[in-house]
């Protein structure tokens, strides 16, 4: 059974950084899409950014040229930095990982970790 720890979160002021780590155990990490999704008050939960198995990153349009997701097999972790944050981004973030290389199509979710963006 796959299990995903998030941390990372915390409170940040606008123009600030965070860098969110999820580790990852039960299954063959290096196999499988990773993504980061986050739910913000009272909103569905959307997708930020995706890394495949060889290491190919997708963003939402809102985050591209600020957020960077990255993975460390050896470390069955998947990062997500996130610079310039705005208030916007304030929301639960988690962690997913996929059934496919490529393709997100999430079979396990992390606890979420809290990010408030806020002066």
């Known amino acids: 059974q796959v299990q995903l720890v998030e941390s990372g979160g915390g409170l940040v002021q606008p123009g600030g950084s965070l860098r969110l780590s999820c580790a990852a155990s039960g299954s063959i990490f290096s196999q499988y899409a990773m993504g980061w999704y986050r739910q913000a008050p009272g909103k569905q939960r959307d997708l930020v950014a995706t890394i495949t198995s060889g290491g190919s990153t997708n963003y939402a349009d809102s985050v591209k040229g600020r957020f960077t997701i990255s993975r460390d097999n050896a470390k069955n972790s998947v990062y997500l930095q996130m610079n310039s944050l705005k208030p916007e981004d304030t929301g639960v973030y988690y962690c997913?990982?996929?059934?496919?290389?490529?393709?997100?199509?999430?079979?396990?979710w992390g606890q979420g970790t809290q990010v408030t963006v806020s002066s």
């Open positions: 997913t990982q996929s059934y496919y290389p490529t393709l997100i199509a999430p079979r396990a």
